[in-house]
């Protein structure tokens, strides 16, 4: 192995290392608890080794929401093949969705809540961000009928987003999310 070799290998390990530490920091105490102070010693590493990696807090926030991108993908992909039928995929899709959110909520902030300098919905966009999409677009695709397919996905994740978002804060009563799921769900399968 050359040397330029090790150093990037090193280096990806290095990036690794603190985007972790962040992820778990910040769901351990939340996205303002995570900042490039504590996040060097936790990795033991100074903060300009950080700055020579990420330039700022932001730039720490899109690297954890483009792996938490990927996981979702991951989870929803998961979700969608295991499905007997497209009206069933549909469902464990959304109810993937939502479960990834209330399990991994300071992750689903960085992805969808929190300002990360990322581009969505563009050709620029990160593979992972396709890729979580695109399992949207797979789960809706059989409901489409005439309608613009990328539009309806934005649709149902839109709802999918602020069933999530509304019910985490408070504003909607937790016991009736699987009601309210079903009831979106119906809207698109008809």
Known sequence: ?????????????REKLIV??????AEAEGWEAVTTRRLAERVEYSQPVLYS????KVAIMAAVAVEGCADLADE????????????????DVGAAY???????PALYDAMFSQFVALPFATPEAPPALHAAFGELVEA???HAGGDDLP?????FWAA???????????????EHHDHRLALLLARFTG
């Not at 990696?53 to 700022?56: C, E, V």
């Open 76 to 91: 929803l992909r998961a979700a969608r093949t295991a499905a007997p039928d497209a009206r069933r995929a549909l469902a």
């Open 160 to 174: 999918l987003h602020g069933l999530v978002t509304l019910m985490r804060d408070g504003r909607l009563p937790r």
């Open 20 to 25: 972790t530490a962040a992820r778990e920091l």
């Open 1 to 13: 192995m050359s040397i330029q070799s090790r150093r990037e290998r090193e280096r990806a390990e």
């Open 151 to 155: 539009l309806l996905t934005e649709t």
């Open 140 to 142: 809706v695709r059989p």
């Open 98 to 104: 939502a479960a990834f959110a209330e399990r991994r």
């Open 53 to 56: 990696h990420f330039k700022n």
